[in-house]
Nanobody, 115 residues
């Protein structure tokens, strides 16, 4: 059974930082591409960042230079370090493996950027 469990969300002031974590089980983690998506109220879900098993990374243009995705294969965990947060980053953030179509999703973690 595949499980993805996110943690690390919360309320942060503009310009602040958060680190999200996603602990995976039930998959060959080291062979899996892992992604972070987000969905803001009234908006479509979008890919934020993804990292392949070989460490290739891509980011949404809106987060380049501010967010960093990384993985620890020994801990079956993928991270999203978010710096210089902006109110536009407010959303529920989801961990994913297997892609948006037929992949697996975590329960999501809320990130709210507000003063």
């Amino acid at each position: 059974q595949v499980q993805l469990v996110e943690s690390g969300g919360g309320l942060v002031q503009p310009g602040g930082s958060l680190r999200l974590s996603c602990a995976a089980s039930g998959i060959w983690f080291r062979l899996s591409t892992m992604g972070w998506y987000r969905q803001a109220p009234g908006k479509q879900r979008e890919l934020v960042a993804a990292i392949t098993s070989r460490g290739s990374i891509n980011y949404a243009d809106s987060v380049k230079g501010r967010f960093t995705i990384s993985r620890d294969n020994a801990k079956n965990t993928v991270y999203l370090q978010m710096n210089r947060l902006d109110p536009e980053d407010t959303a529920v953030y989801y961990c994913n493996t297997g892609g948006e179509g037929n992949g697996y999703w975590g329960q999501g973690t809320q990130v709210t950027v507000s003063s």
